[in-house]
């Protein structure tokens, strides 16, 4: 366990801190001239009961590298694609179900077998709604595998 202490403390390798509630003695004796700089002290030394200070880390933004937040905002902003199954006189309507089950992630039997039917009876149905990067990879694994596929942005946002 450690815990962050405000000032400078001088503990030897025999001191143990064991504060009890509502304890209201000082940690240093007098003033102290280092105030304000936070001090690691865990209680998971090397020897025999003594404390191990360390020393704050503190975290440097490198200019003209994005965050990882920064990263997760703008994929989000990313205008999302639709991947579209076309219906094909070729493929067996199995076949089209377990390529739709081994290129998408998270497709359920169903799914797989509503997309199959709806682009059989209509011509085409949409697959996935993703960030166009993905919707891209999706699409050229589901012709890698024989299948008629495009992408298109999605207009509605969805």
């Given at each position: 366990m450690e815990t962050a202490i405000w000032g400078r403390l001088a503990l030897s390798t025999n001191h143990v801190f064991n504060p009890k509630p509502g304890d209201k003695h000082s940690l240093s004796k007098g003033p102290?001239?280092?105030l304000g700089i936070p001090v690691a002290v865990s209680t998971t030394g090397q020897g025999k009961g003594g404390g191990?200070?360390?020393r704050p880390?503190?975290?440097k933004s490198t200019?003209?590298?994005e965050s990882e937040f920064d990263l997760?905002?703008?994929r989000k902003?990313?205008?999302p694609y639709r991947v579209i199954l076309h219906n094909d006189n070729y493929n067996k309507r199995e076949y089209v179900v377990q390529v739709l089950?081994?290129?998408i992630p998270g497709m359920t039997l169903d799914n797989a077998v509503n997309i199959m039917q709806e682009a059989h009876y209509n011509g085409m149905s949409v697959v996935i709604i993703c960030a166009q990067a993905d919707a891209e990879?999706?699409?050229m694994q589901l012709r890698g595998n024989g299948l008629l596929s495009s992408i298109e942005p999605a207009s509605d946002g969805c």
């Open positions: 102290s001239s280092n191990l200070l360390e880390v503190i975290e200019p003209g590298r997760r905002k703008s902003t990313a205008p089950m081994k290129v990879e999706h699409c």
